[in-house]
Each structure stands twice: as C-alpha cells, then as structure tokens.
C-alpha cells in the first residue's frame, strides 16, 4: 500500500492564481482531512469528508474549496491564491472512529508570492 | 470550541525521561491522540487515551486525566532520534475530527 500520497510536493504561485493540491489514498478509508501548517500555529483544519459525496468546512475553510467523487482521492482547490496561504498542505485519512489514528500524506509545501 | 495547551520547547540530555503535557478544554470529548512529527516531515501517530489512566507502549507511556483535562506523554531512555515536535490532538463526540495543539519541540542533546 502507498498510503496517503500527495502532489506535488512543492509548489510556488502568484497571488491570483489558482491551482490544485492533490491527495489520494489507497487504504479503502472513509474520512478525509485537509489540514495547514504555519509556524507557531499546529495543525488547522480546513475541509473534511466523512465519506464520497460528503464534505464539510473545517476551522479555517476560506479560499478553499474540495470535492469528493471517490472514496480515494480528496483534491484541495485554491481558488485565487493569497499571500496568506503560503503554507504545508497535509492530507490525512482514517477508517473511521474509535482508536482511528489519522495518517498523514507527505505533505505540500506552498509559497504564494 | 476546543481549547488545547502545550509548552512549546524542551531540552534533554540522551538517555533521559521527559514529560510532555498537554491541556484542553472541549465539551464532548472523545478520545486525545499523540503525534510525533520530525523536521520536514509528516506527523505519525503515536498513542490514543480515551479512558483515564496510563497506555505503555515500550518507551513511550500516554496518561490521561479527563475530569482534569490533561494528558502527558512520557519518553523514556531519550535517543537523538526522539528530537521531533510532540502534538496533542483531541477528538469530540460526533466527528472525526481532531483539534491540535500548538505541538512541543523536544530537542534531544547528548
């Protein structure tokens, strides 16, 4: 198994453009997270899905949008990239609740200039 | 809302125990996981405490208190390997989601 895999690993955008961080995972696993990452912050989380066709705002959803069509693939939208959201993208999945650790993606590292 | 604590940077020497402690306040709780996350790197899990009291797993140990809302992690016999960020997250009742803290930076010296 791959996991949670993400791409690209690295990426650098101009204020204004939009772009995709992708996350795909190959553990059969119904939720789904997307998470940023700033110095001094910890982890927030931006969107989730409890399952294909479902998705929710998290704690700091602006300028963000998701989808999800398959249970596999959790894509991150940039709609019109801000300064504000140079950041370490991670995705993470898990099967569900209970004793249901989290497993994180590499992880996308963003700069918007 | 949830509202978590953590001290943000410690030193210790290899070969030694440290604490790592964590608070918070939630309505609902449902569980406090424990992550480690290296430099650079993605965080992966360590340990789960849903009941009170003390999970070992070898060298690490996760206590939780939740009338007192705290949690601590414990390594024992440190390596220069542990040198990561240590982060508490807590789930509530409902979701699956997780709130993390601000994650404490354990900076192992020999």
């Known amino acids: 198994n791959a996991g949670v895999t993400q791409t690209p690993k690295f990426q650098v955008l101009k204020t204004g453009q939009s772009m995709t961080l992708q996350c795909a995972q190959d553990?059969?696993?119904?939720?789904m997270s997307w998470y940023r990452q700033d110095p001094g912050m910890g982890l927030r989380l931006i969107h989730y899905s409890v399952g294909a066709g479902i998705t929710d705002q998290g704690e700091v959803p602006n300028g963000y949008n998701v989808s999800r069509s398959t249970t596999e693939d959790f894509p991150l939208r940039l709609l019109s990239a801000a300064p504000s959201q140079t950041s370490v993208y991670f995705c993470?999945?898990?099967?569900?609740?209970?004793?249901?650790?989290?497993?994180f993606g590499p992880g996308t590292r963003l700069t918007v200039l | 809302g949830q509202n978590i604590d953590q001290p943000t940077e410690m030193t210790a020497t290899e070969g030694a125990i440290v604490q790592i402690n964590c608070t918070y306040q939630t309505s609902g709780f449902n569980g406090l996981f424990w992550y480690q996350q290296h430099a650079g790197e993605a965080p992966t899990f360590l340990s789960y405490?849903?009941?009170?009291g003390l999970e070992e797993k070898g060298r690490f140990s996760s206590f939780l208190s939740r009338s007192k809302g705290y949690s601590y992690l414990l390594l024992k016999e440190l390596q220069m390997k542990d040198s990561a960020s240590y982060l508490c997250a807590v789930r509530r009742y409902g979701n699956n989601r997780l709130a993390f803290g601000k994650g404490n930076q354990v900076v192992v010296i020999p």
């Open positions: 993470a999945s898990s099967q569900g609740l209970g004793v249901d650790e989290q497993f």
């Open positions: 405490n849903v009941l009170d």
């Open positions: 553990m059969n696993h119904e939720y």
